[in-house]
């Protein structure tokens, strides 16, 4: 998970040779798929995804982040159609409040 979602394309691509899972949940749930999609990491993505990874695993899963955050050419490599996206943003939480609802040191308004 450190290694995708610090940009180091290269080391996830050794860990994945090295049999290391790319859907492993961390301690909150997240994939480091979901995490490099969040980070707009577009070579760690796509090394991920040809290592397996799931962009539905986690929440939010890695196709929820792409959506969430408009990332159109995420979802293209992830091979997600546009009809799964639209349907996927009728139920995503977008927009200003949506941090308040993260476990992080609890609710708080923006």
């Known amino acids: 998970m450190l290694a995708s979602y610090s940009n180091h394309p290269t ?3 050794g860990l994945l040779a090295r049999r290391a899972d790319p859907n492993r949940l961390n301690d909150r749930g997240q994939s480091p798929l979901a995490g490099a999609v969040f980070k707009g990491y577009e070579e760690v ?3 991920l995804a040809q290592g397996g990874a ?3 695993l986690g929440r939010p899963s890695a196709a929820e982040t792409a959506v969430m955050f408009n990332r159109k050419e995420v979802l293209e490599m992830l ?3 546009e ?3 639209a349907r ?3 139920n995503v939480p977008v927009g200003p409040g949506v941090a308040a609802q ?5 609710p708080r308004s923006l």
């Open 11 to 13: 080391l996830v691509s």
């Open 45 to 47: 993505v796509r090394v």
């Open 54 to 56: 799931d962009p539905w």
């Open 79 to 81: 091979g997600i159609q």
């Open 83 to 85: 009809g799964d996206a």
């Open 88 to 90: 996927l943003a009728e």
């Open 102 to 106: 993260c476990p992080i040191g609890g």
